[in-house]
């Protein structure tokens, strides 16, 4: 067998999926097809399986698959501007794009809805829209992008954030949880978190004492209500303190209870390990798949702008 080896130097799933398109020339059955990049993701190396070829890249990944032999070694990390624009991805303004998107992936977005939506602006949506559009993440419709497979976004989401979880503090209060629950209804800026927001999503997930998010101005108020007060051990409450996007797709879980959203407790029961990794597909499974398949609803729409 000969091997014809043609190097990209756009690895992008959507770079690669274009290259296949255009191809017009067939090589004969005695010869297969390699294709090399400076880096191609998973998701690029399916697009090269779907066509039939064989993917490397200059990390060390590589799917090798000709007669009856496969070799498959993935895992590599990406150079280094590649590995900062997915950490860019999943931060900050751009990171609030993701979740609206996450929070309806079957709508058409348009990017004016999701400047809307993520308060943010026109370019954020528009630098965000391009590179998830490149990485294979969304479909371009007549009206706009939707989300080509959510809970790969999501998983990516994860991974490249799992390594950078939120600091939290530990607090004590003299009530129990149901009366903390019953404290915090009614406040819009004080949320239930991993394994606590998990708890009203899939019961099977138990948390161990109450995760709390808040900004840190907020906090002051809740604690006071709460009858809170920071403690080296001992503490009931964990309390971390989160960017304003964990806010744009906040769920109503109940009237007037509020949980961080089913996307954002996926990814923070991701970052805690086996045990937590364990709970995140159970929520992926029982709650996040029947959410966007529509065989569940949401007690109230999440996002800022109405029901789609």
């Known amino acids: ?183 915090l209804t009614g406040q819009t800026q004080v949320l239930l978190g991993a394994a606590s927001a998990a708890e009203w999503m899939a019961p099977f997930v138990t948390p161990k004492g109450v995760v709390l998010y808040a900004a840190p101005d907020t906090w002051r108020s809740a604690a006071k209500l709460l009858d809170a007060e920071e403690v080296d051990k001992g503490g009931n409450l964990t309390v971390q303190f989160v960017e304003d996007g964990v806010f744009v797709d906040r769920l109503e879980i109940k009237a007037g209870l509020w949980t961080a959203s089913p996307a954002q407790t996926f990814v923070d029961l991701w970052r805690q390990g086996s045990r937590g990794r364990e709970g995140a597909e159970k929520l992926l499974r029982n709650y996040l798949h029947p959410l966007w398949n529509g065989q569940k609803l949401y007690a109230s729409w999440p996002l800022i702008e109405g029901t789609p």
């Open 1 to 183: 067998m000969r091997f014809q080896i043609h190097f990209l130097s756009d690895g992008t799933p959507a770079a690669v999926q274009r290259w296949f398109a255009r191809r017009a020339d067939r090589l004969p059955s005695s010869t297969h097809l390699v294709l090399a990049a400076p880096y191609l993701s998973e998701r690029a190396m399916d697009e090269c399986e779907a066509a039939g070829a064989s993917a490397l890249d200059l990390a060390g990944n590589y799917r090798l698959t000709f007669g009856l032999y496969h070799l498959e070694r993935l895992g590599h990390a990406p150079p280094p501007q590649a590995k900062r624009e997915r950490e860019n991805l999943y931060a900050g303004k751009t990171l609030r794009v993701v979740r609206a998107l996450l929070a309806a992936p079957h709508r058409t977005w348009q990017v004016q809805e999701l400047a809307r939506t993520c308060q943010v602006s026109l370019g954020t949506v528009s630098n965000v829209r391009q590179k998830l559009l490149d990485q294979g993440w969304l479909e371009l419709e007549p009206g706009g992008v939707v989300v080509r497979d959510p809970e790969g976004l999501l998983r990516e989401w994860a991974e490249w954030t799992k390594a950078a979880p939120p600091a939290g503090f530990s607090v004590y209060t003299v009530h129990n949880s149901r009366r903390v629950i019953e404290l």
